[in-house]
């Protein structure tokens, strides 16, 4: 009965290469959000969708989109991985409050 | 925007209290958010403030100054599972936007 839950947890794969982390959540909540940690452990906005459309689009490179086939799915599709994209990802969700996060994707690039 | 400021790392002893402090210079406000995070895992809901004052949870409590800007979480009879990373966390007044996150502070329980 896990709140917010992303696949896969670990991912590693090599530069060039494309890839997707999937997540859903059964708290019925309309805002989804995908968060970037990056090794100083600084979590950053990435996407947020409301009602399966696109509100927020911060400054990420258009490799990253992200897709919601319903209000309680937002998977993230990435092309072309670099080096750079090696982090940890978080997706999570909202109704008015406080945000669920998920356990996490960490993703390694080599 | 926004830029939320925390110190980045602090020690605190079994037993004591410790207070950590988040300042916020936003172009709007609603509400602030404690979150915890333990290595490798998902950052979990502490509290949450939107008015000014303290508001308490058993061990942890937190207080809003909006004047000011600041907030800070206090942790009493600080045990080693706190050992952790806390977050402080602006969301602006504008509908489901999305939390923007300090840079956490890296708190370290000693015996």
């Known amino acids: 009965d896990t709140a917010v839950s992303q696949t896969p947890k670990y991912l590693v794969t090599q530069m060039g290469n494309d890839k997707s982390i999937k997540c859903e959540q059964n708290l019925g909540h309309d805002t989804m959000y995908w968060y970037k940690q990056d090794s100083k452990k600084f979590l950053k906005i990435m996407f947020s969708?409301?009602?399966?459309?696109?509100?927020i689009n911060e400054t990420v490179p258009n490799r990253f989109s992200p897709k919601s086939p319903d209000k309680a799915h937002l998977n993230l599709h990435i092309n072309s991985l670099e080096l750079g994209d090696s982090a940890v990802y978080f997706c999570a969700s909202s109704r008015r409050d406080e945000a669920f996060f998920g356990q996490g994707t960490r993703l390694t690039v080599v | 925007g926004q830029n939320i400021d925390q110190p980045t790392e602090m020690t605190a002893t079994e037993g004591a209290i410790v207070q950590i402090n988040c300042t916020y210079q936003t172009s709007g406000f609603n509400g602030l958010f404690w979150y915890q995070q333990h290595a490798g895992e998902a950052p979990t809901f502490l509290s949450y403030n939107v008015l000014d004052g303290l508001e308490e949870k058993g061990r942890f409590s937190s207080f809003l100054s909006r004047s000011k800007g600041y907030s800070y979480l206090l942790l009493k009879e600080l045990q080693m599972k706190d050992s952790a990373s806390y977050l402080c966390?602006?969301?602006?007044?504008?509908?489901?936007?999305?939390?923007?996150f300090g840079k956490g502070t890296r708190l370290s329980v000693i015996a």
């Open positions: 966390a602006v969301r602006e007044p504008s509908g489901n936007t999305p939390l923007v």
């Open positions: 969708y409301n009602n399966k459309e696109l509100i």
